[in-house]
């Protein structure tokens, strides 16, 4: 007789996880959508600062940029202006790990709710609270690494076809701080969002179109810097990635409480 | 801790509501182990909630449960760890293989990998799936599917199986595999708590039936439910066929409950054919009637199901 036993939270949290990376795998569709948005901003990020080495700016520009950069005179303007795209260039790369994650956020709960499989999940005797974070956590991981992987291969493309300035702006603290806590966080927020959408919804589009809202504010940040209105210096980013974590706390807790055995059992439908 | 040795599983004034709607009314249960417990009653009369209630996935309104020496509301997890259930759908991972399938769940159930592959592969031979182990679970039949839900609810070698109509759907094939295993659970002197809609399937397999309509409405042996309802019947087939005087002299026998010519034959109830037959037969022959044969006739199960549950006389 087997004797059948309690697994540890490792174990139930890593089972989880590769299962869940299995399937997301096998599905064409779901990597096709989860890695189309950071190739397509990797390209336009690619793209603006090859650009600018083609197409130099005006006179007026170059004007223009030194009054708005002081930091930048004295540099050649080709060189100024790619550091600038390379910098603006931040707030659209924080969107890679606000989109990539979304996709399989939600195909995690929305599928499982499809094929009726939560049932038997949760008959078993992994906690809700292991299930969530196992599902949170499988599709973080993947979402942190792509994106991690597209600030490298920015960094290798910028040094290939940029200026000393683009490299610089792009491993400058600023940079740095926000691949190393503002991704993580992003990501978390997307998940744990896309989580709690699928907990009241059933329709994979209908899901998305909801948690596509997250984008909002990072786009709105980026217009904001683009037309001056707001400066992110290192303390801006410092105030944005506690008021992340914040939101990654209440987020996670709103997604938990719709997680709930009974609720999933009787009112999801 | 249950304080009856052979009681695996005892419900007291179990009770769920769901706002106004009270799903569950108070279930007093005492299923013993070893056997496999039928669980009848038409849609919605709360048999699902029970099972759910039963396995420590939603929290009863009020009473509680022992479950395998597990205490509900206390001891889930290990209620949850301890049993094994059959859902009312399949709900595999359809991309994924039927052996990888059981895999994922032998692991959340605990199963150390090489016993969670020896499993497995038990499972699925028992199964007869050995063969398409590797397929995605996506090109099977809905039989096919359902066998390996029940042997997920299975493999972990719980010591009471819930399973929630287990046959429905499936072709006499398949069915009859389910059986069979639901056979082989019991041998094993494990619980099987069977939910179904299938009377036929639970008199040939079940040891105890509850008929519930949110509580227990009666509990017996399917033997003794007709017996107390309909007392026993026995077919005397007579040639040509019977005559008025036969039936006035059969029901003139002590212990005849009663006496009816249908399709040529009398079907005579009484509480204790052992006893009565002998007199009736050697009565008819005596009073010059022909018999062809006797046979045993066996009320279906419906009637008694439609008599307690519908209260159809």
Known sequence: ?269 | MLADVGIILRAQGLTKRFGALTAVDGLDLEVREGEVFGFLGPNGAGKTTTLRLLCALIAPTAGTADVAGARLGRDDARIRATVGILTEQPGLYERQSASENLRFFAALYGLPRRAAQEQTDRYLRLMGLWDRRDEAVATFSRGMKQKVAIARAALHEPRIVFLDEPTTGLDPDAAKTVREFIGQIRSEGRTVFLCTHNLDEADRLCDRIAFFRRKVLRLDTPASLRSELYGQATEFRLVPRPREEDLVRVRAIDGVRSAVAEDGAIVVSSDDPLRTNPRVIRALVEGGADLAYVTERRVPLEDVYLRIVEGVQ
């Open chain 1, 1 to 269: 007789m087997i004797a059948a036993l309690r697994p540890d939270r490792t174990t139930i949290i890593r089972t989880i996880c590769a299962r869940e990376w299995r399937e997301a795998a096998g599905n064409r569709l779901l990597v096709a959508m989860t890695l189309l948005p950071p190739v397509v901003i990797l390209l336009a990020g690619i793209g603006a600062v090859g650009a600018a080495a083609i197409y130099p700016p005006s006179e007026r520009d170059v004007q223009a940029l030194y009054a708005a950069s002081p930091a930048m005179r004295g540099l050649d303007p080709t060189e100024a202006v790619q550091g600038i795209i390379a910098t603006y260039f931040l707030i659209l790369f924080m969107l890679i790990p606000t989109v990539v994650p979304l996709t399989v956020a939600i195909y995690s709960v929305i599928g499982e709710k499809s094929a009726r499989t939560l049932e038997p999940l949760l008959a078993t005797p992994a906690g809700v609270g292991e299930l969530l974070f196992a599902k949170s956590l499988a599709s973080t991981v993947p979402a942190v690494l792509v994106t991690w992987i597209a600030y490298v291969v920015y960094l290798v493309s910028v040094r290939a076809v940029g200026s000393q300035s683009a490299v610089n702006a792009v491993t400058a603290p600023r940079w740095i701080l926000a691949i190393i806590v503002l991704v993580p966080l992003l990501t978390l927020l997307s998940v744990n969002l896309g989580i709690f959408i699928s907990t009241r919804v059933n329709d994979v589009r209908v899901a998305q179109q909801i948690g596509g809202l997250v984008v909002v504010p990072v786009v709105g940040l980026g217009i904001a810097q683009v037309t001056g209105r707001v400066v992110l210096d290192d303390s801006a980013f410092v105030q944005t990635a506690l008021f992340l974590i914040v939101l990654d706390v209440v987020v996670f807790y709103l997604a938990r409480l719709a997680f709930q055995r009974e609720n999933i059992l009787v009112r999801w439908r």
